[in-house]
């Protein structure tokens, strides 16, 4: 199964075009939303071509391809436009042999963390900054940020197949890649 992660769509239309044709292009079995959907927050700037109910429009039709984390800017006003569900702040998957908890990262993250085991890893979005970094009991990845890219970094989302965690830029350019192991 190959999955698509990204975060921080923020309401822009362009931006969610632009990460659906990577989803085509990458041929993934599912989407993974690691929040921050349709409203750009206060602290950010409005992203190119803002227009959430674009973004409602794109998204609506693929709810069975999608799965989806509450981001701090993300409510349940949003919850009653989109027809999958985006109101937990932690779901978990589970592949060889560790527990991946994803979240947006302003509830858990680096400070304060979930319960992991050791070789766990701990996915959020939230901060704009993509990242991989290994902790001596856990991983911490972040996708970065599909519309409001953060401390130079580039419009981006994550690919996850067979073992393997890879960062491309909207274009589908690697930048970064991660390999699991048992």
């Known amino acids: 199964m190959k999955l698509l992660i990204a975060s921080d769509i923020h309401g822009s239309a362009y931006y969610c075009r632009k990460l659906l044709e990577a989803y085509r292009r990458e041929e993934a079995d599912k989407l993974i939303l690691l929040g921050d959907i349709l409203y750009h927050g206060p602290r950010n700037d409005l992203p190119k071509e803002y227009a959430p109910k674009e973004v ?40 060889k042999g560790r527990m ?32 991989c970094r290994e902790h001596e009991d856990y991983i911490y990845m972040n996708p970065g940020s599909v519309s409001i890219p953060k401390e130079g970094s580039e419009h981006s989302y994550m690919t996850y197949e067979d073992g393997t965690f890879t960062w491309k830029n ?3 350019e690697v930048y970064l890649e991660h390999q699991i192991c048992r």
């Open 56 to 95: 409602i429009a794109m998204l609506n039709p693929m709810k069975q391809e999608i799965l989806c984390v509450r981001g701090n800017c993300d409510t349940e006003v949003d919850q009653m436009v989109l027809e999958f569900p985006i109101l937990a702040d932690y779901g978990f998957l589970y592949e």
């Open 100 to 131: 991946i908890f994803l979240t947006h990262g302003h509830v858990f993250n680096e400070n304060h963390l979930p319960m992991l085991k050791k070789g766990d890893i701990l996915l959020h979005g939230h901060t704009h900054v993509p990242v």
């Open 170 to 172: 909207l274009e589908g």
